[in-house]
Structure formats: C-alpha cells, structure tokens
C-alpha cells in the first residue's frame, strides 16, 4: 500500500529530512524501511520517533547495563513508568522526567507541563498519584537569567501540582554556572494502585475501539520531542512556540475520569500523550501489541481549523490520553468522559495489520509498518573516552582560615547550602493530609492512604562528583537516595533516573555517561536497589558548553508504621550525638573547598558500598527500634554542617567535641560517605549495637543549650545561623540586594 | 451531627476533610456532585478546598453560580450550618454569604506555611471547642487568601464579632510579621452575623491526627459535633 496523493504536503527529499533531524544514513535508513519515499506525514512521525529523546538512540546500549530487577519489581523500565510492590496488594508507581529545554525558554509553561506529564505517566497506569517531587539545577545565583528562570520554574510546577491536588512533598536545588543557558527541571511523581488494577499500553483485541479523551488538540508543541534532541543556541528563544501550554485543571479532570474509567473493567490498554503526542502513543500501542492501528484523524477533537495531519500528529498539546477498550464499552465511557465535561472521541480502531495508517478528508496520508519504525530506530554506540582521574587533595592543602564556626556560619549561608523554604512554601505539601514530612528532612514521607505504612521519597545527584569521576559520581548519586532513605528509617526499594548530560557525539560527554552508569549500575547492584523507570535528556549544552554531568536520582523506600519515621531535628537538651560510619575527612570537591578556598578540584570521596550497607542497615535498625532520637544523613558540607541542620530544625544548641589526630577542616567539613548522625538517650545501647554490627562509632557531643560550640570554646548561637540560613536565597530572589559573598 | 461535603471538579480538599469528618463522627459524610441540587438534610454542610472549576478567573466566582451554591446558600439562609475552607472561603464570599473579598496574597505567591492564630470568639458551634484568646497553629495552602472588606464592613463585623480567627505572632500579638497574606485586620476566619456560617483560610482537617504533627485543628470538628449531635 502506498499513501495516497497530499497535493498540500511538501515533498520529502533528504535536505528537508535533515531539517527535521534526520541525518543521511538514517534517512537512507527510513527509505529502506519504506521502500517509497515517505509522506510528509510518515518523516514527521519517523523524525520524532527517531528522535533522541523519544528512541534513546545514544543511551540504550548503555542503560542496559543498570540493574532492574528484584523480587518486588512488578514493572522495569519500558512502561510509562515503574511500579513496586508494597505489600497487602498495593504497589507503588513512579518516574522521573526531565523537560529541561522548555524550561528554560518558558520556565512558568516548562516546568508546569513537566509536572503534567510526569503525573500523567503514573496515573495512565493506574495509580492516583500522591506525591511530586524535584530536582532542580540553575546557573549562577548572580548571572542575570537566574532569578527569573527560578521565580518561572517554582511557580509554574507550585501552579499545576497545587491545582491538582498532589501534595509536592521534596526536591532539590543546585546552583552551577555549568547551567547558566541549560537549567535542569526534573519531576517526580509517585502514585499508589492495586496490584491487580495496573494498566498498561499493549494493545489487543483487533477491532477494538481507540478513543481520545482529554483536551482538544491545537498546534501547540509541535516537534517538542526533536527540540529537545538538540544543543541550544543565541536564536533558541524562537523556539518558544514548540513550548506547550498546561492547563492543571484539566489535568484535575483527566485523572479523575481515568481512575473512574478504570474503576470498571473498560480498558484494554492506555497510554498517555506526551512527547510527541499522538504519534508515539499510538505507535507504541500497537508496536508493543504487535498489532496495527488505523485512525481517523477527522474524528480527533481539535482547537484550532485547518491542522494538517502533520500537525494533528505532532501536537504536543497536553492532557490528553489514547485508550483501547473493549468493545461495547464507548458509551459506558463516555458517560464517565461527558461527566468530567471532558472530550471522548472514538478516533480509530485496533488492526490485524501490523501497520499505522492515518487517514483524514478521505485520503491517506501515513501507511507505515509499526514494527520496523521502533525496532529498526537507529541506535549507536557512540565513542567515549574515560574521565581522567584526579588526585587526592589531602586535608592540609586545605586548612581552617579561621573559627570553624564562621567558616560554618559562611557554608550555611550561601548558595548551596542555604535554606529553600523561598521554594518549598510555594508548593502546597499538604494536601491529600497524608504528608507526614515534606521539604526540609533527608526524605519526604507520605503515608499510604488509609493504612499505617508510609512511602519515603528522595530526589539526589552530586554533579560535582560526576564530572570530576563520574563512576564514583554514579555510584553516590544512588548511595545518597539509598542513604537519605535509610536515615527515615525506610526500607530502600528502588529508583528512577533522569540521565542529564551534554551532546552525547563528544566523546567526552559519551564517557561521563558511560561512567555515571557504571557506577549507578555497581551501586544498585550492592544495596539491591533497582532501577524500575528513567528518563535521558542529552544535548543539554548551549553553545557548545556542557552542563555538569547530572544522573539525578528518585528513590523510593517503605516504611512500614509511619509513626516510626525519623526526623533531623534535635529533640530534647542532654541527648548524646554519635557519628556513625568512617570519618577520614576527604576533602576534594567539597563544598568546603570550593566555597572557602575556592577550589573546585580533587578527586570526589571514594563510595565504599560494602560499608554504606552495613551502615544504614545499622542506622535502619536503630530508628526502628526507636533507639534513636534523631537521625541525619551527611552529605554536602560534612559533618558540622549537618549537627548545624539538626540543631537548627531542634531549635537546640550542641557541644561538640574534636578527636585528636585528625585535620579539624577534613573531619568537619569533608565529604565521606556512608555517615550519619544520631541523637540517642541511651548512647551506650547504640554504641553496643554499633560495635556488634562491625560499623565505627564516635560519640561527638551532646545536645543542649542556644549555641553550637566546637572544641570546647568556638561557638555560634544557633538563632545566628538560622538567620543566615534562610536569609539567602529570599535576598538574592528580591534582587541580589545581598548577593552571595563566594 | 450529618454532615456533606460539596464536591467541585476541581475540588482537591474534599477527601480530606470527609476523612476528617468520619474521625470526628464516626460516619462517612454525603459527598454532593457540583451539578447535584438536592442536598440531603445535614447539620452541616462543607465547602472544601481546591480549585473548584479551575479558578483561572477569580477564586470562587464561577463556583458560586453553580446549582449547588443556589441550594448552600438557601440552607444557609435557614441557618444550617456551612464551613468554607480555603477555596470554600472564597467560594463563600462570592456566594455573598460572607462579606468582603479574598484577593492574592501581598506577597504575590502561593504561600504554604503553619501560621499561628488567635481564636477571635470561642461563641459559636465551629469554635465551641477552643477558648477565646486561644493561640492555635494551622497549616494556610493559597495564593489567594488577603482578605479585603471596606472601611464600614470592617467596623460591622470587628463591632458584630465577626472574625473568628486572626493571623498572630507566635506570642499572640497582630502585626505584619504575623500575617501572612496581608489580609485587613488580620482576618484568617470569618462568621456571618449569626455564627451559622463560616469561613477560614487555614485547614483544620491538615492538622487533626498525631500524623500530621499538629492536632490544633481537631477541636474544631470535634466542636462541631458536640454542639450539632
């Protein structure tokens, strides 16, 4: 069959294909498949298709490596998101996505459809979703899109989460120059379902209904998908049209009427349509069927006169989703669609002929084999060279300029370790009143709804870690959200990835993904901790200039009685604090060192996975029994940084003392792994326990009074450091009044 | 004490306090469909939280043309007990239930924070279960919650014991520091003229069970049933 005539189409030859993305060999690739040369249509949905973004043609071979399976693994990557089993039937559904480029063009639009679409991927499976989270990467506090870029992204992803209703419970924000002109929107949701009412997007039955429902389609976002598949440049602000425009209220609508549609027993198969709209949705129903679709493009409800079935099928117009049902079923749908004043259109039909074809004003205009156009995507394996390794920074390279407790009082007051309530009050935390803990912990807890288990949520990356040994990076942006986990007492179960990097063709970048990987895949292996869904947003350079390396992590963890969640804050006065786990006081590429020496150099402190097991399964144990108090993971800043946190969020001072033979800036502020704090009334029941299971304990100091005092004379009032703590990043949003001192 | 909860489209609140409720009550509350417009016989009726039906043109006024506002506000009128939350406040103020006018907060942004508040008059069924003067801490989630009325309607309501609850410092004092959203007078909570209806900003039902880390909220509903049972 060929197509029949588009006398209004332009004409397919290899100059116009390239323009779309489609190099020479993948052109001469297309035509192999088709064996005619292609509609105008068919290289619309073979440049999307093809595209980065939508065929992971430069990651596959490499994502291959990660580990994904594990015996509560319902769902691995391949469906609209991941899904864990939790027990007494229910299962936990989640993913992370980037939308990265639109972000920066229209931040508010952005980072809002970025919140649409991830919510829409957890709930086409089934799941209501009952937690957002983030990850967040800006340039420079004081490079001039800074503030804006922020001041869109936060109140675009508070615009839609707020409206429809899932609590946004985390997150995380960086600021690096490496994303003046890329900034990085990451979302998360996490969504809960029955383990027997999971749907998928397969789809069966020949002669089945296919029916659209959610809003009309327009021109918006037209060819998103291959926008993001390619570096930016001075001219990308004229990309703004490609950008969608959400509307959470409709997105309200369409998770309502979805999981009241699938309340029955209607659905044969659903998929949402995201990046690149109908055509992948459609694509992937069938291909994952093995089946044929053919559409009437007519039938789909449109917003605007004259769209092309070029357009229709490019549209990335948002809160809309592509479901099969069983037959006989449309009237009991759209009763449920027309309740939701949502729109249901029956748009085509499921087909023994392993072939898309789209039709509209009586002609066709795509008949294309499904199976060869996913099977047959291209996929490289592009050169990589390693990152070359750097050296230790030994700790005497690096001495305190002064009082500990002012070079504290400096860390916690400036850009990466400041406070973002400025943020998180902008997103509504609360609603679903399941929230337990939201911004502010080491992980956000939300309870599973009418039960007494609770959900624990993470979002890490250490993207300085990542360029200077990205293997090492890797294997401690997942040993972080294994630890952030542990230290609120949850079981750790698996993850979600959003793979953010530069052009994957220069070897270099291909290396520090190949690294990241490589690490990522050593770290799940060892703490049994999975990678169940993904995302990988490549091309993440302007002009030329990559972004740090960032494998941003979502980690998802049980606990099975929400009231045994731990919290940072000291508790009371007179509590013993222990560290638990090694402190050698590795300093290169802290925070330490780059912030008061102005370094950002050396090798990232080594990941011993081994240890970090033992440690948190240590720290799990202690907070379960409820030996411990309070419990605080170290991470960026080190250690004094984090008794600062805990102090801070208690309201209550501590005294600390400093080991002999140690560096005093290496043991407060490096960056060793696999540590945490913990305040206990019995210290010598956890040091007990400590020692039984092989794990090094130090008790540090003991909780009380208004002050943090070092070493017996350095002190610091804790109000002090509050103060700074929050004072920076609401100065810097109202316009750099009191810029950062670094 | 029966109780329904009116359900909007882009209601996001009602499951919440209907959970809320059924904790308080020990029965499920009726949950009423926007288009519905027959309400079944309660003692109390609940305009919840949310976005209603989107509210991209003021919080609440679309909502308030709605056949089930015509119903409320009927009730209301023959004195059957109506809470707006949030959303429901601004819903209730569009209905004319409640006078002035919730605007978008001084700030300009969506602000979610536990606020400290100071109960304004202990003297009706929604507040039965606090002291007056009692200092309370609720969670506020809104971008439009500053309260506005007019010089004359704020002297009726400050003169008729209107406000409920007012937005404080942590020591019990009004100023600008405590107030989040700038609302005139520091009005977080409103009451009609009879103390039959009323409306607040913050959410009891976000801070009604140990989990929540704050249970300022539970004597609310518990009040609620006690002098409606």
């Known amino acids: 069959m060929t197509t029949t005539h588009q006398s209004k189409e332009p004409a397919v030859t290899p100059e116009l294909a390239a323009e779309y993305g489609l190099s020479l060999e993948e052109y001469q690739r297309m035509l192999d498949i088709t064996q005619r040369t292609p509609s105008f249509t068919e290289l619309g949905i073979f440049s999307v298709m093809w595209s980065e973004h939508c065929s992971y043609k430069s990651s596959r071979v490499w994502l291959k490596k990660l580990p994904t399976k594990a015996p509560h693994v319902i769902c691995g990557p391949g469906e609209n998101a991941g899904v864990i089993d939790i027990g007494d039937g229910q299962a936990a559904i989640f993913k992370m996505e980037s939308h990265n480029h639109p972000s920066f ?292 390279e690096a001495p305190l300029p002064g009082p500990a407790t002012e070079v504290l009082h400096r860390l916690i007051g400036g850009p990466d370790l400041a406070s973002r309530r400025w943020i998180w009050e902008q997103y509504d935390s609360q609603v679903g009143a399941d929230t337990v803990a939201a911004s502010g912990g080491d992980a956000a807890v939300v309870r599973v709804h009418g039960t007494n288990k609770a959900l624990a949520i993470t979002t890490d990356c250490t993207p300085r870690y990542c360029f200077a040994d ?240 070092v070493g017996g004379t350095d002190a610091i009032s804790v109000d002090g450091l509050r103060t700074a703590h929050e004072a920076w990043l609401p100065a810097v949003m109202a316009g750099g009044a009191d810029q950062p001192t670094s | 004490m029966k109780a329904a909860v009116i359900v909007f489209p882009g209601s996001n609140c009602d499951r919440d306090v209907s959970v809320a409720l059924e904790h308080a009550t020990g029965h499920k509350p009726a949950m009423v469909w926007h288009r519905d417009s027959d309400l079944p016989q309660v003692d109390l009726i609940v305009v919840p939280g949310g976005f209603s039906y989107g509210d991209y043109l003021r919080s609440g006024a679309m909502a308030a043309q709605s056949p089930v506002m015509r119903e409320v506000v009927a009730r209301a009128k023959s004195g059957t007990r109506v809470l707006g939350i949030c959303n429901g406040f601004q819903i209730l103020t569009e209905a004319k239930l409640l006078p002035g006018a919730l605007m978008r907060n001084a700030g300009l942004k969506f602000l979610c924070r536990t606020v400290d508040l100071r109960v304004e008059n202990a003297d009706s069924a929604f507040t039965a279960g606090y002291a007056k003067d009692q200092l309370i801490r609720l969670p506020v989630a809104h971008h439009d919650g500053n309260y506005f009325a007019d010089a004359d309607t704020l002297a009726r309501i400050e003169d008729n014991g209107m406000v409920a609850f007012r937005y404080v410092t942590p020591d019990g004092a009004i100023d600008a520091s405590g107030n989040p959203n700038g609302s005139a007078n520091a009005v977080a909570g409103l009451f009609n003229e009879g103390r039959t209806v009323l409306g607040l900003m913050p959410h009891p039902e976000r801070a009604a069970e140990p989990l929540h880390g704050n249970t300022d909220g539970k004597p609310l509903l518990d009040g609620l049933v006690e002098a409606l049972s």
């Open chain 1, 105 to 396: 063009i229209e931040p508010y639009q952005g980072a809002a459809t970025g919140v649409g679409g991830i919510l829409r991927d957890v709930f086409t499976m089934g799941a209501r979703p009952i937690a957002n989270m983030n990850a967040l990467r800006f340039g420079s506090p004081d490079h001039p899109k800074t503030r804006h870029l922020i001041s869109g992204v936060v109140a675009g992803i508070g615009g839609y989460g707020n409206c429809v209703g899932v609590p946004t419970v985390g997150g995380e924000t960086n600021f690096h120059p490496s994303y003046n002109g890329n900034i990085l929107v990451n979302a998360m949701t996490v969504g809960l379902a029955d383990t027997d009412k999971i749907f998928y997007s397969a789809a069966a039955g020949v002669g089945n209904p296919v029916v659209y429902v959610g809003s009309k389609t327009g021109r918006d976002g037209i060819h998103g998908a291959t926008m993001a598949s390619t570096e930016f440049t001075e001219d990308s602000e004229e990309k703004r049209p490609t950008v969608q425009v959400g509307d959470p209220f409709t997105e309200k609508l369409l998770i309502e009427a979805c999981l009241e549609l699938m309340a029955t027993d209607a659905i044969v198969a659903i998929q949402d349509m995201g990046a690149a709209g109908l055509t992948s949705s459609s694509v992937e129903m069938a291909d994952k069927g093995g089946l044929g679709i053919e559409l009437d493009l007519d039938a789909v409800p449109q917003r605007e006169t004259g769209m092309s079935p070029y357009e229709i099928m490019l549209s990335e117009s948002q809160e809309r989703m592509l479901i099969v049902l069983k037959p006989g079923r449309e009237d009991l749908a759209k009763a449920i669609f027309d309740k939701w004043e949502l729109d249901f259109a029956v748009i085509g039909r499921v087909t023994d002929t392993g072939r898309l074809v789209l039709k509209m004003h009586g002609e066709t205009y795509c008949d294309l084999e499904v199976g060869p156009l996913v099977d047959r995507a291209p996929v490289y394996e592009r050169p990589w060279e390693p990152t070359p390794p750097q050296a230790d920074i030994p700790a005497s």
């Open chain 1, 470 to 709: 990205p293997v090492r990076g890797g294997a401690q942006a997942v040993a972080e959200a294994w630890r952030n986990l542990t230290a609120v007492g949850a079981t750790p179960l698996a993850i979600t990835d959003n793979m953010n990097f530069g052009n994957p063709q220069k070897p270099r970048i291909m290396g520090q993904f190949a690294g990241c990987i490589q690490g990522m895949a050593e770290a799940c292996t060892t703490l049994e901790f999975p990678v169940v869904s993904g995302n990988v947003s490549l091309y993440n350079e302007t002009n030329g200039e990559g972004i740090l390396p960032t494998p941003a992590i979502g980690g998802v963890g049980i606990l099975p009685d929400a009231s045994l969640a731990a919290s940072v804050a000291f508790k009371a006065a007179g509590e013993a604090i222990l560290l638990i786990g090694d402190t050698v006081g590795h300093v290169g590429q802290s925070l330490y060192l780059r912030e008061i020496h102005g370094r950002e150099a050396g090798s990232p402190p080594p990941v011993d996975l081994a240890a970090e097991r033992r440690n948190g399964d240590l720290v799990r144990g202690l907070i379960r029994d409820r030996a411990v108090t309070a419990c605080h993971d170290l991470s960026d800043g080190g250690l004094l940084v984090a008794v600062a946190e805990m102090a801070m969020a208690g309201r209550i001072g501590a005294d600390i003392d400093l080991p002999a033979g140690l560096d005093a800036a290496g043991f407060l502020f490096g960056e060793d792994q696999a540590r945490y704090l913990v305040t206990a009334t019995d210290a010598d029941a956890v040091i007990e326990r400590a020692r039984v299971a092989s794990v090094p304990v130090l008790r540090l100091g003991t909780t009380g009074g208004t002050s943090l005092t």
